[in-house]
């Protein structure tokens, strides 16, 4: 599922003394299946954005297209509203805070269970999405409480929630944020997963530019309310100057690529921005010169 | 969704009513307060509220305060009293005033005689109370639009302190009364993130049976208390870590003095009470 952010504006308290720009002239293309990352310093408008994808923040001009379901400043209502939502999932910084329910089963089928769908389908629901997310899928977990669970847990059971809705699309934001690197790493793991197992078209909201490296195909970077830079990743990573500008700073790797092009150590542009890619780029030292100089 | 919540409703200006300590208004809404009680017992006697009404409509205008705004925090109130005017008057004893009937009313099958009378003593206690309470609201209104939570909590804990040795924890009332104003906003924006959370995984709040609306409640209620537990107990950890508790008393950084337009205001105003009260 396609999804089109078409010269967006979004204004705060419009006519009020309180009024101030959040989002100005945001345009975003992220395709069926593909993985677009946002990035921007705190107040850039990142989360504003996030939240018009889904309807929760009507636009002030331009308009957001999911398939079929446009949002224009005149906003959408009731069913249509309701069905934009279940198509993009968003998933909220800190997300285990808006765990409720007694038990993780209850609290991942919350939302199909409101969709009038039979005991069975909300059951089925909530299993495929605690797999999806590498959770126990029994039981017995279903049935533990999820404040007992570990920080890292509980946020990819709140993920599950946001799953469980079977969204085509799923905004996170800052979904790695004050997780220790196993669990940093395990969401990123499932969000690979989601995409290549399950299809969906992901909006990863960062400050963390070596995992947008690794995860995105396409980079927005946002300042003040307006697209600082877009365009695929590694191409806006090389734009180091319009990076900093922005407030941020590329990923080492991206940081290390472009000394080594400067200084004509690459052989060919790396593929993407991994580790391997960049080593597979870089030409060759003739071993002998690698040591010899302690040797000798 | 939660942009009309009438806690917080400071409104930054810089007048006469603004500049006045917290301790001063504090003081003399108390005065007036009382005073409004004691002058409920002069049946139909309306000096001390008509300078009252001047007192405080003055007060508002000096605090530069928007009566259109005013109107809006003010409609609830007279829709209350509209409601419970007519159950006060009905039901004091008394003097007859008036009588109303008696109508002859049918309830199916049955009739009986209703006869309304009226008393004198209804018509002041509706009259006086519905003074009373447009006055002591106005009088919070002026309070809160012209003080910082922060000096509000000052002023109290300055009054309560001479009630330090009969054992009142002035400071503690204190602290608390500004902790719980500090964290009016972040509960706002809290509640407001989680509303948006919950709806984006399939809650509803505004349709569905009085059961699912319910239930939709439970989403953010529970978040919310387990927030604000654990909240107040980084905090406790915060404070104790710097060293609140160990020496006793605490004294306050900005200390505002009493000016010479708070004591005239604390001696003048009483006064004038008292003789509207006695003369007029």
Wanted: hydrophobic share 45%.
């Amino acid at each position: 599922m396609t999804i089109l952010v078409d010269h967006l504006s979004l204004l705060y308290h419009p006519g009020s003394p309180l009024e101030r720009v959040a989002l100005r002239d945001v345009s975003l293309r992220v395709a069926d299946g593909a993985c677009a990352a946002i990035v921007g310093v705190t107040g850039s408008g990142k989360s504003t954005l996030a939240q018009c994808l889904n309807g929760l923040l009507t636009p002030s001009s331009g308009r957001v297209v999911v398939d079929d379901l446009e949002l224009t400043p005149n906003g959408l209502h009731g069913r249509e509203l309701r069905e934009l939502r279940r198509r993009v999932g968003l998933l909220f910084q800190f997300p285990e805070g808006q765990l409720f329910a007694p038990t993780i089963g209850e609290d991942v089928g919350y939302g199909p269970s409101r969709l009038k769908l039979k005991r069975e389908e909300v059951q089925e629901r909530t299993r495929w999405a605690l797999r999806a997310v590498a959770l126990p899928d029994d039981e017995a977990f279903l049935a533990r409480s999820p404040f007992a669970l570990s920080g890292g847990q509980r946020r990819r059971v709140a993920l599950a929630g946001v799953l469980s809705m079977r969204p085509r699309i799923v905004v996170l934001d800052e979904p790695s944020a004050g997780l220790d690197a196993e669990a940093r790493e395990e969401i990123y793991a499932t969000l690979r997963e989601l995409r290549t197992r399950e299809g969906l078209t992901l909006i990863v909201i960062s400050h963390d530019m070596s995992e947008v490296a690794a995860l995105a195909d396409t980079t927005l970077a946002l300042r003040d309310g307006r697209v600082a830079l877009s365009g695929p990743t590694d191409a806006v990573f090389r734009q180091t100057e319009a990076i900093e500008a922005a407030g941020l700073l590329p990923p080492p790797l991206a940081q290390v690529a472009a000394l080594a092009r400067a200084r004509g150590l690459l052989r060919a542009e790396p593929t993407s921005l991994t580790v391997e890619a960049l080593a597979d780029a870089l030409i060759p030292a003739p071993r002998r010169t690698l040591g010899g100089d302690h040797a000798g | 969704m939660l942009d009309n919540l009438p806690v917080g409703s400071y409104i930054p200006r810089d007048t006469v009513i603004h500049g006045l300590r917290a301790r001063t208004k504090l003081l003399l809404l108390c005065w007036l307060a009382v005073a409004f009680f004691v002058a409920n017992h002069k049946r139909f006697h309306y000096g001390v509220y008509g300078w009252a009404f001047a007192l405080l409509l003055l007060t508002l205008s000096l605090s530069g305060a928007n009566p259109g705004y005013i109107w809006r925090r003010m409609r609830v109130l007279f829709i209350l009293m509209a409601l419970s005017v007519p159950f006060i008057l009905i039901w004091t004893t008394g003097a007859t005033w008036r009588t109303l009937g008696p109508l002859m009313v049918s309830i199916g099958s049955l009739t009986f005689p209703l006869q309304i009378v009226v008393t004198y003593d209804g018509l002041w206690f509706a009259v006086s109370t519905t003074c009373i309470f447009l006055l002591l609201y106005l009088g919070t209104l002026s309070l809160t639009l012209s003080t910082t939570p922060v000096a509000l909590a000052e002023g109290i804990v300055l009054l309560l302190r001479p009630f330090r040795r009969m054992g009142l924890p002035a400071d503690e009332f204190g602290l608390m009364t500004l902790l719980s104003l500090r964290f009016v906003p972040t509960l706002t924006q809290e509640t407001n993130q989680l509303i948006k959370a919950q709806v984006s995984r399939g809650a509803d709040f505004t349709t569905g049976s009085l059961w699912a609306r319910a239930r939709g409640v439970i989403t953010l209620v529970v978040p919310l208390t387990e927030g604000a537990l654990r909240r107040a107990s980084g905090l406790a950890t915060a404070l104790e870590a710097r060293g609140y508790g160990v020496t006793g008393e605490a004294t306050m950084l900005h200390e505002g003095r009493m000016r010479w337009l708070d004591w005239t205001l604390l001696v003048v105003i009483p006064l004038i009470t008292i003789a509207v009260y006695l003369y007029l």
